[in-house]
């Protein structure tokens, strides 16, 4: 393990502290530390039986438990496998050896057969096991003081390491908790200046943190709306939205399961009670476990942008009314150039210029254009069987009626003879069939003058991507001859 200098507290070089490595040491150590002294008095007390000849017959025993007993503390202190290389516990060991080795020799004889006493001696004599028990004595006494001593030592550094262990908990604790405040003040600053508010709500959607921003979007003290519900603060459709995106989320997966974050511009009320327009952006909060705790959310104020939008959209329609205005002051001023006589609608020519500009102003804008262009069925036996004169007025009749379906800004021309052209602007393929459909009906019921009721074949066609004012015509035009061969009386749209 990689060495490092120590801190004033453990004034010599130690390896990295392992958590929970200082209490197992000390278990060890006291351990060991009884059994040394319990051995010390068994050894003494044994000295004591020899030196005084009282109870020979248990001399084995007390033997074999000193050995045991010495054994067993040395195991305690070998079992510390990641302090093998420190010099109090390196020293122990040494000295429990030791303890071990002089227990065996001197109990040796006692742990074997013992031979036959011999009474043939009478002269009286110091026995071989008096003059041990005297050298001994003084030897248990040296290794208990040596053990008791590297003990001590061992024990020092113990707590030399539980202390360094503290400290450095201590500076890592100081050190995160110093980053933790510096975080902390770091979004708290954000959190109060940012314009946009910040919120967070629980599992139920109601309020647990709102940024003090709140106040000046809608007027609200954010500690009179803390445990209030989220969708309280905005109009009823908006809340209605945002009651279903609340319900929607759960049900839409973990966390790493791509969970779609909720976007929606919706209408928030303020604290006196008129709604300003605010884009919402809300995601999910989960928990270590997976489960669902609650939501974050950004808040931000568009009403600029809505303004602004409201307005960019009533120059552009009044733009557009001053544009078709000027087209038909135009035709009023040109007379005879730009209106036909008999109808009083707009010429092929100048119906032409008309669809030109207004081709340009739609693919500006992005928006659709069509074209109805219409014939009326078997209109050459009516002026064969009527004569022009009443021709002439079931056209004019004719064009009175298609007037009434006209709205604000549609164009309608006489195209060619018995035919009428209808430019239809911002108006998708289906909304235009389903005009065609309605004037086919309308005119099929209508009374024109001295005849039975009269249909009309329609053609529909949308302008395409890219496609030029001749291609197009080409195409209504082919589009109500198939309308015309179907049999008459037939609106048909063109793919």
Not at 90 to 117: C, D, E, F, G, M
Not at 169 to 175: A, D, G, K, V, Y
Not at 290 to 309: A, M, P
Request: charged share 20%; hydrophobic share 45%.
């Amino acid at each position: 393990m990689a060495e490092r200098e120590a801190s004033p507290i453990m004034p010599f070089r130690s390896v990295t502290p392992i958590p929970g490595t200082s209490s197992r040491i000390a278990i060890a150590l006291q351990t060991a530390g009884l059994l040394s002294a319990l051995i010390f008095l068994i050894t003494a007390t044994f000295e004591v039986l020899v030196i005084n000849d009282l109870y020979a017959s248990q001399h084995a025993l007390i033997a074999l438990l000193a050995g045991v007993l010495s054994l067993w503390a040395l195991l305690e202190v070998l079992l510390i496998k990641r302090h093998r290389s420190i010099a109090p516990l390196r020293n122990l060991k040494i000295a429990l050896a030791i303890q071990v080795v002089v227990i065996t020799i001197r109990h040796w004889s006692y742990l074997r057969p013992a031979p036959a006493p011999d009474h043939s001696l009478v002269i009286a004599s110091p026995s071989p096991e008096f003059n041990q028990a005297i050298l001994f004595a003084p030897i248990h006494l040296l290794l208990f003081l040596a053990i008791s001593k590297f003990l001590i030592d061992a024990f020092a550094y113990a707590e030399r390491l539980r202390a360094n262990q503290l400290q450095e908990q201590m500076i890592l604790l100081h050190q995160t908790k110093a980053a933790l405040q510096i975080s902390e003040n770091r979004y708290s600053l954000i959190a109060d200046n940012v314009n946009d508010v910040i919120w967070t709500v629980d599992n139920a959607g109601h309020f647990t943190f709102i940024s003090p921003s709140l106040t000046n979007l809608s007027g609200h003290a954010t500690a009179e709306l803390i445990g209030q519900p989220l969708i309280n603060q905005f109009s009823p459709d908006s809340g209605a939205i945002l009651k279903t995106a609340l319900h929607q989320s759960k049900d839409q997966g973990l966390p790493g399961e791509d969970v779609p974050v909720f976007r929606a511009e919706l209408e928030q009320l303020r604290n006196d009670g008129f709604p300003l327009w605010v884009e919402i952006t809300m995601n999910s909060l989960y928990n270590d476990r997976g489960s669902l705790v609650g939501y974050v959310g950004v808040t931000r104020d568009i009403e600029t942008r809505k303004l602004y939008e409201r307005n960019l959209r009533d120059a552009r329609d009044a733009a557009e009314e001053a544009n078709l205005a000027l087209l038909s002051a135009n035709a009023r001023l040109h007379g005879q150039v730009t209106t036909d006589m008999l109808t009083g609608l707009c010429n092929r020519n100048h119906f032409e210029n008309v669809l030109k500009t207004q081709i340009e102003n739609s693919r500006a804008h992005g928006e659709k254009l069509c074209l109805l262009l219409m014939d009326l069925d078997n209109f050459r036996s009516v002026n064969e069987r009527y004569g022009h004169s009443l021709g002439d007025l079931v056209l004019s009749e004719l064009a009175r009626l298609l007037q009434s379906h006209l709205r604000k800004h549609d164009v309608l021309a006489r195209w060619n003879g018995d035919q009428f052209m209808l430019m239809l602007p911002n108006t998708r393929a289906q909304e235009a069939f389903d005009l065609a459909k309605q004037i086919g009906r309308d005119t099929s019921v209508h009374s024109f003058p001295a005849m039975q009721h009269l249909t009309l074949s329609i053609g529909v066609a949308e302008l395409l991507p890219q496609e030029n004012l001749s291609d197009w015509l080409e195409r209504v035009e082919s589009i109500l001859k198939t309308a015309k061969n179907s049999g008459c009386n037939a609106v048909k749209l063109s793919g």
